[in-house]
């Protein structure tokens, strides 16, 4: 497995939850409880339909793409497991976009939230959420820390009797992806053997100086696989 995109909606959302979820409206939650109007984009009911649409002001959090954070491969190995690893950066894009109305109106909310994204405490539950919950597939311990943000974009129309409105913003969060090899799958050297014997097979070289064609040591090299011991 890889990135879970979904455990990284769910992050944000419970962080928002937390500390924006007396500025946006409540929803009805299970046992006749409430809850912040703060949602994945992509929600859906069990019959299929599009759940009903929250009072306002609320918020929406979607899963927009993967990047790469700079190379294709970071580093790779042996977990513990003896899993063959590879491991990459990648930077997550999620869109936070807030709904509301002229008498409830989402500039303050979205406003607050923009800023709330720069505070350490904000940022660390994301990252300690997402490493909890996260399912990669993989024995790596995986972050989500905040990277950027971008402007918040403004919009707004008029149907024939209610004023709309929307701020929404992107987040970038710097995270891993990993994906691994099993162990009855993956191919490994088991043992690696030097010594200065003249070596009936394997690689022979030599020890040199700075500026020297004259080894002063030989070297044999032999490379043992698992399967010929």
């Known amino acids: ?30 046992g006749g409880t409430t809850r912040p109007s703060i949602f994945p984009a992509r929600l859906y009911s069990q019959g299929g339909k599009n759940p009903p649409i ?20 970071t580093d790779r190995f042996f977990d513990d497991e003896g899993n063959y690893v590879y491991v990459a950066h990648k930077k997550v894009i999620l869109q936070i976009k807030f709904y509301g109305t002229s008498g409830a109106s989402s500039d303050y909310v979205a406003n607050k939230t923009h800023m709330l994204l720069v505070v350490d405490e904000v940022r660390d539950m994301i990252d300690t959420l997402y490493a909890q919950n996260a399912n990669t597939g993989t024995t790596v311990n995986t972050t989500a820390r905040v990277l950027d943000k971008s402007d918040i974009i403004p919009s707004n129309f008029s149907m ?8 929404e913003f992107n ?22 053997e030097m010594d200065t014997e003249n070596p009936v097979n394997g690689v022979q070289g030599g020890l040199f100086l700075e ?3 004259t080894p002063e040591q030989d070297l044999h090299v032999n490379v043992i696989a698992p399967s010929e011991q």
Request: charged residues 30%; proline residues 4%; aromatic residues 8%.
């Open 160 to 167: 024939k009797d209610k004023y709309l409105e929307t701020n």
């Open 171 to 192: 987040l970038v969060l710097a995270t891993i992806d990993t994906i691994d090899v099993k162990a009855d799958k993956a191919q490994y050297f088991d043992k690696i």
């Open 54 to 73: 929250p009072d306002y002001p609320y918020c929406l959090v979607d899963y927009i793409r993967t990047v790469p954070d700079g190379v294709d491969l």
């Open 211 to 213: 500026g020297s064609d």
């Open 1 to 30: 497995m890889s990135i879970d995109t979904k455990a990284l909606e769910n992050a944000v959302i419970d962080t928002l939850k937390e500390f924006i979820g007396d500025e946006v409206s409540q929803s009805a939650g299970a």
